[in-house]
Every structure is written in C-alpha cells, then in structure tokens.
C-alpha cells in the first residue's frame, strides 16, 4: 500500500489530499478567509446560562455567541468544575467549528496538540489513542511517559507516537508546556475576550495530523510552502523531511493526479459501484442517508452472492465517502437485503476495518431490525457539500425545480388573474427560454384562449437571466 499526501497551496485556499494507493481518502479544505478555529483557546464572557438545557452562551469574539455544555465541566480526574456565571470570564475551546445558522461548539476541557503528544491540563493521568492496538507498542509508549510525566500532568499518546523515542516524546512534552505557559501569561493580562492561543498555519497543520510514517511522498506545489515544510518536519519530525517535495509537473497538480475529478465525484449525490450498481448519498439536518442500489441482475446468477458482492463493494465506498465528504452525526446505510448472518458479519467487518483508518472517531452500530447499518461519526467541521457548494436559487436546496408543465400552467392561471385586474393594454410575459417554448409549442392553443377570453395581446419572451419557477407579466 502505498500513501501521498497533496498539499495544493493558494493565497485564498489550502487543501490536501490524502491518497492510499491512488485512491482520494481524505480531503482537506481551509479557506483563508474562513479558517477553521477548531482548536483556539479563547477567554470568553458568559453571557447566559440555561439552567433547563445544561448550557451557556459564551462571547469568544466571533461576533456569534459560542454553545458551551456545561455536561462537560466533569474533569478526567472525576472531579466536578466549578459552575458558571452570567458575566463570568472562563477559558473555552472551540470543539466544532460555526455550521448553518449554530455558532462554534465550545468545551472547557481543553487539549493542546503536539506531533506525538497531546497535553490535556485537566487530566491527571496518560492515556493512548484507540487507534494504537498493538498491545506490546502500547506497553512501550506507557513506560516511556511514565518516566517523563510529572504527577498531576494529562497527556494523550496521538497515532503518530508509534515508533517515538522517549526523546522524541519528551521535547514535545517540553514544547507542549511552553505553550500552556503562554496561555496562562496571556490570560492573566487580557481581557476577555480574546483569543489566547490560535492553532499553526493551516499547510503545518496538515503535516502535523497527517504525516504519519506510513506516507512515503508529500507533494507541496508552492516553494514558500515546501520550505516552511520541510523546516517544520526537521524540526518535530526529521524522518519525514526529506519525504517532501516540490511538484514541478506540467498540469496543476491536482489535475495531473486526478484530484479534481475526484472532488467533483464527492459532490454528486451518486456514486457508481465496480459491480454496476450505486450509492445514492442524501444529507439533512439529522442524518444522512446512504442507499445502495444493485446493478442488472442476471437470472442464472446467485441473488445471495449478487448481495453480497455488491454490499461488499458499497460498504468499502461508503465508509471511504464518509471520511472524503466529512459526513457526521447518524449516518444510516440501506444495503441489499441478505439471508446470511456470516454475509451481514463480513459486510460489517469491512465497515469497521475501513472507518478504523479515519482519525476522526467513527462508530459502527450494527444492524437494526429494519436492515438499516447506522453509524455515527463525530461533527467537527463543516461537511464537504457545504464548503464546495451552496444553495441553488432555483430550487431553493431541495434538489428539484418545477416540471415544464406545472410552470407554464402557472403562467397561463396568473395570465388570467391579471387581466382581469391591471390596465387594458398588451400583456407581456417574461419568463425562462424551456417555458416560453412550452407555452408556445403544448400550450399555445391554451394562450390563444386567453386571448380570446379577455380581449388582450398576450406577448411571450424568452430571457436566459429567468429560473424555471420565475417568471413577470407587464402591461405594455
């Protein structure tokens, strides 16, 4: 298996794709002028507390309020934070960046990353990452942080510590600390709010939580940003240096590798299976919904091994579009029924092994007695669809605009409650190109009844700049 990891760098936008033997697996895209702030720290004002909802409104500056639960105020240790108060100043972490119409997700359990070591001042105690399960690897990462932790102190070992040297993880401790000293210098000379401390530059960022050892190549398509790169891995992770490059190919280099077509692929609501069928992919507000649709079945084919085969398929691509589109929340997979319990098992089984890679926590529930797969993934950020698309005006995001037919019979019901109200004169109709055509070619004898009906010149314009659903009627 073979992983590379792209980092495309312009001035209003980074983003970084992560391949796994050709395959797009992850995608990452921050907007300059929108950047995420998961992860600040900020000095925030309570500004109300709802009792009844266990939560706060907290002003960090982002001129919306942030939810704070205050569910969360239980410390690792099982000790209980103090209560907040109206007008109160407290230290908040942004958990889940502003999605919609909701502000950002606050915590005050707050965590600080390194390259191998998360520290998490509210934590007495060392703990691993799940996705850790080799056991002697986890026996060697405890004894290494039990001889550099210092009683009181709350680390988390990330994926990356695996292979870490106890020097390695210690001038991270180090570093990890400098910066909490920070945090509490500035917090006792600024009022809130404020931000206290603001996540690195999105290109490190990336090398910081995804430049495992398993990457053999990191393709940076800007000098600076190769440079900045390279400085960055020699300083917290000298293996990886010499791994970045700079890309010089002919074509962008999303485009020479197959990146863009892919992105545009996870934008479209289907996606086409090796086998001939499909997922069909659907996101509201409380979940999302994954269909999986079989292809031609052949008589003299086993129905049960048809399933299975395509249910195989669907599940390794769905899981893989659940990472590449940042779906979360309740996610719900209507897959082929099947008559094995072994069949569902191995379906299942290539569900968990593939939303195991993800570095955001995944949970494959089961099966409901429906034969509904549901899954739950963390929300963190803002779903891909969102950040590449928006709203379309014609239809107003719900996915379908109004028939040929059912616009041009509401043109002819206006046409003829208009006449009867506005000014004697022609009338004149300014609608889509299809429509005018419609009114012209299937309804035309209909127009002429207007006509005749109210005595008026009834004119049909064509003009591109109108929707299907949009229309306006003058009296000339």
Same mark, same amino acid.
């Not at 850790?132 to 039990?146: K, P, V």
């Given at each position: 298996?073979?992983?590379?990891?792209?980092?495309?760098?312009?001035?209003?936008?980074?983003?970084?794709?992560?391949?796994?033997?050709?395959?797009?697996?992850?995608?990452?895209?921050?907007?300059?002028?929108?950047?995420?702030?998961?992860?600040?720290?900020?000095?925030?004002?309570?500004?109300?507390?709802?009792?009844?909802?266990?939560?706060?409104?907290? !002003?960090?500056?982002?001129?919306?309020?942030?939810?704070?639960?205050?569910?969360?105020?239980?410390?690792?240790?099982?000790?209980?934070?103090?209560?907040?108060?109206?007008?109160?100043?407290?230290?908040?972490?942004?958990?889940?960046?502003?999605?919609? $119409?909701?502000?950002?997700?606050?915590?005050?359990?707050?965590?600080?990353?390194?390259?191998?070591?998360?520290?998490?001042?509210?934590?007495?105690?060392?703990?691993?990452?799940?996705?850790?399960?080799?056991?002697?690897?986890?026996?060697?990462?405890?004894?290494?942080?039990?001889?550099?932790?210092?009683?009181?102190?709350?680390?988390?070992?990330? $994926?990356?510590?695996?292979?870490?040297?106890?020097?390695?993880?210690?001038?991270?401790?180090?570093?990890?600390?400098?910066?909490?000293?920070?945090?509490?210098?500035?917090?006792?000379?600024?009022?809130?709010?404020?931000?206290?401390?603001?996540?690195?530059?999105?290109?490190?960022?990336?090398?910081?939580?995804?430049?495992?050892?398993?990457?053999?190549?990191?393709?940076?398509?800007?000098?600076?940003?190769?440079?900045?790169?390279?400085?960055?891995?020699?300083?917290?992770? %000298?293996?990886?240096?010499?791994?970045?490059?700079?890309?010089?190919?002919?074509?962008?280099?999303?485009?020479?590798?197959?990146?863009?077509?892919?992105?545009?692929?996870?934008?479209?609501?289907?996606? !086409?299976?090796?086998?001939?069928?499909?997922?069909?992919?659907?996101?509201?507000?409380?979940?999302?919904?994954?269909?999986?649709?079989?292809?031609?079945?052949?008589?003299?084919?086993?129905?049960?091994?048809?399933?299975?085969?395509?249910?195989?398929?669907?599940?390794?691509?769905?899981?893989?579009?659940?990472?590449?589109?940042?779906?979360?929340?309740?996610?719900?997979?209507?897959?082929?029924?099947?008559?094995?319990?072994?069949?569902?098992?191995?379906?299942?089984?290539?569900? !968990?092994?593939?939303?195991?890679?993800?570095?955001? %926590?995944?949970?494959?529930?089961?099966?409901?007695?429906?034969?509904?797969?549901?899954?739950?993934?963390?929300?963190?950020?803002?779903?891909? /669809?969102? $950040?590449?698309?928006?709203?379309?005006?014609?239809?107003?995001?719900?996915?379908?605009?109004?028939?040929?037919?059912?616009?041009?019979?509401?043109?002819?019901?206006?046409?003829?409650?208009?006449?009867?109200?506005? %000014? %004697?004169?022609?009338?004149?109709?300014?609608?889509?190109?299809?429509?005018?055509?419609? /009114?012209?070619?299937?309804?035309?004898?209909?127009?002429?009844?207007?006509?005749?009906?109210?005595?008026?010149?009834?004119?049909?314009?064509?003009?591109?700049?109108?929707?299907?659903?949009?229309?306006?009627?003058?009296?000339?």
């Amino acid at each position: 298996m073979s992983q590379e990891l792209f980092i495309n760098v312009m001035s209003a936008e980074v983003r970084a794709a992560l391949m796994d033997d050709a395959v797009l697996i992850d995608l990452i895209v921050e907007r300059r002028e929108r950047a995420s702030v998961v992860g600040n720290i900020y000095l925030g004002r309570v500004e109300r507390v709802m009792k009844g909802m266990e939560a706060a409104f907290v !002003d960090i500056g982002l001129g919306k309020s942030g939810f704070l639960g205050l569910d969360d105020n239980r410390r690792g240790n099982g000790e209980t934070s103090a209560p907040v108060h109206e007008g109160e100043a407290i230290l908040v972490q942004v958990t889940k960046d502003a999605i919609g $119409t909701k502000g950002v997700q606050l915590s005050r359990r707050l965590t600080l990353p390194g390259r191998s070591l998360v520290y998490a001042p509210s934590q007495d105690r060392v703990m691993i990452s799940r996705q850790i399960e080799d056991e002697a690897e986890r026996e060697r990462l405890t004894a290494l942080m039990a001889g550099i932790a210092e009683e009181g102190e709350g680390y988390i070992l990330r $994926t990356a510590s695996v292979g870490a040297t106890g020097e390695e993880l210690a001038a991270d401790r180090a570093e990890l600390l400098d910066s909490w000293q920070s945090i509490e210098d500035a917090q006792a000379t600024i009022k809130a709010p404020s931000c206290l401390h603001a996540d690195i530059d999105p290109v490190l960022r990336v090398l910081r939580d995804h430049a495992l050892d398993s990457i053999d190549r990191i393709h940076v398509d800007d000098g600076a940003a190769a440079e900045s790169a390279r400085k960055f891995c020699e300083r917290v992770m %000298p293996g990886m240096a010499e791994r970045v490059t700079l890309h010089s190919g002919p074509q962008q280099m999303f485009e020479q590798y197959g990146i863009e077509e892919e992105i545009e692929r996870a934008c479209k609501r289907r996606v !086409d299976l090796p086998s001939g069928g499909g997922l069909v992919i659907e996101s509201t507000e409380a979940l999302t919904s994954i269909d999986v649709n079989s292809g031609r079945f052949d008589a003299a084919s086993d129905l049960e091994q048809m399933a299975l085969r395509t249910n195989s398929e669907a599940a390794k691509e769905a899981a893989r579009h659940i990472r590449l589109r940042n779906l979360s929340g309740l996610i719900v997979i209507d897959l082929i029924h099947m008559e094995s319990d072994d069949h569902w098992n191995t379906v299942i089984d290539i569900l !968990d092994d593939v939303t195991g890679r993800d570095r955001n %926590p995944t949970r494959v529930l089961g099966v409901t007695e429906a034969g509904l797969v549901e899954i739950t993934r963390r929300r963190r950020r803002e779903p891909l /669809l969102h $950040t590449m698309t928006e709203i379309c005006k014609a239809c107003g995001g719900a996915g379908r605009v109004k028939s040929l037919d059912a616009a041009s019979i509401d043109i002819l019901r206006a046409l003829k409650r208009e006449a009867g109200v506005v %000014p %004697p004169g022609e009338i004149v109709v300014f609608a889509a190109p299809d429509v005018v055509e419609s /009114l012209e070619a299937d309804y035309g004898e209909l127009v002429d009844g207007v006509e005749d009906e109210t005595g008026r010149s009834i004119d049909l314009r064509a003009d591109k700049e109108y929707g299907r659903e949009n229309y306006d009627i003058v009296v000339e």
